[in-house]
């Protein structure tokens, strides 16, 4: 997957020195598939890793699960999520499985401690162990319990590929992103749900639709804007407290709609005009996701005034020793060339 070095795209600096550097691609596709702004190669094949989480959730619209057990807009934000265990998160997630008539127990995700700080430090100093609630990947798999419930479909395994729900998900991703399901690569994740790969530019193109979904099937369409509406009204859920996800939503208004995916995948969508960018730090590192990402909005024109001074510290985040001190600080180096509308081959 990784056939050549790719671009410097955040520099780490030590006392103004250059310590490190991280490398990476990134894709501005529209909703037809034209790349309009590129840096390196977009068409690498990467692993979306929680960037497809949204079209997901889609499916919980699309198939009537939704209304039938009457889903909040939180609840449906929570699904989309890569959630940081806060109370509200785990609150979400238990509310969901408690209208399928299911315990924590039928997550098949696993646990994990909280990815918030603070919601880790409660569960130590009560001397509770994580469980799957606090998993980041909960709400995505009280989704897929909620497909299966509506669809009379089997709990046991539904994390295999060749389950229903999962044939449907890798299909709703591949019409998303302009592909057949036959061109996504098929992994593992973290959390035992398949793991798709795709190029940059058809996931970059997937969030464009996700915003913009007009060129959709009716029923399709109307799942994408009922999932939009919820992360924008609910970006809180969609991350958490301090995290890019909900600062950046917060900032923008309802202009963007941005999700994480590990190993340095992250994805925005915005709709006017509409466009999709996705990003991939080669290394995997998730420190030099932020100012990248706020980087290329800001070449893009998405972010400006009130929301640039809001999210600096992100922009440019520094470093600290283990007094507090600076020592250091990320920079962003990286500007996207614009592709004329390219398409792959070109």
């Not at 068409?43 to 889609?58: E, Y």
């Not at 995700?109 to 409660?122: E, I, L, S, T």
């Not at 909005?297 to 520094?318: F, I, K, N, R």
Request: proline residues 9%; glycine residues 10%.
């Amino acid at each position: 997957m990784l056939t050549q070095e790719a671009p410097e795209v955040v520099e780490v600096l030590r006392d103004g020195r250059r310590e490190s550097v991280h490398r990476g691609d990134a894709a501005v596709a529209d909703t037809g598939g034209r790349v309009l702004f590129a840096l390196g190669d977009p068409w690498r094949l990467v692993f979306a890793r929680s960037a497809v989480k949204p079209f997901q959730a889609m499916a919980v619209v699309e198939t009537g699960a939704a209304d039938r057990f009457g889903f909040t807009p939180p609840e449906l934000a929570v699904m989309s999520a890569s959630h940081g265990g806060e109370s509200h998160h785990v609150q979400a997630v238990a509310s969901i499985l408690k209208r399928l008539g299911l315990g924590p127990e039928a997550l098949q995700c696993g646990p994990h401690p909280p990815a918030n700080p603070d919601a880790a430090r409660v569960l130590v100093v009560e001397r509770r162990p994580p469980g799957p609630l606090h998993n980041n990947c909960s709400g995505k798999h009280a989704g897929m319990l909620a497909i299966c419930r509506q669809l009379d479909l089997p709990l046991r395994g539904y994390l295999d590929p060749a389950h229903p729900v999962q044939e449907m998900n890798r299909a709703n991703l591949a019409l998303m992103a302009g592909l057949a399901p036959s061109d996504i690569v098929l992994a593992g994740d973290g959390c035992g749900a398949p793991a798709y790969a795709l190029p940059l530019a058809a996931l970059a193109r997937a969030y464009a639709r996700l915003v913009c979904p007009s060129d959709l099937p009716g029923p399709k369409q109307s799942a994408a804007m009922v999932v939009v509406a919820a992360m924008r009204a609910h970006p809180e859920m969609v991350g958490g407290t301090g995290r890019l996800c909900t600062r950046l939503m917060v900032a923008a208004g309802d202009r963007l709609v941005a999700k994480s995916g590990a190993e340095g995948v992250y994805c925005v969508g915005a709709s006017r005009p509409a466009w999709g960018l996705a990003l991939k730090i080669q290394d995997g590192a998730s420190r030099a996701v932020p100012p990248a990402v706020i980087e290329f909005l800001l070449q893009l024109g998405e972010l400006s005034g009130p929301a640039v001074s809001g999210l600096a510290d992100l922009h440019s985040p520094p470093l600290r020793d283990h007094q507090g001190q600076v020592c250091g600080a990320l920079r962003p180096v990286a500007r996207l060339r614009h592709s004329r509308g390219e398409e792959r081959g070109q």
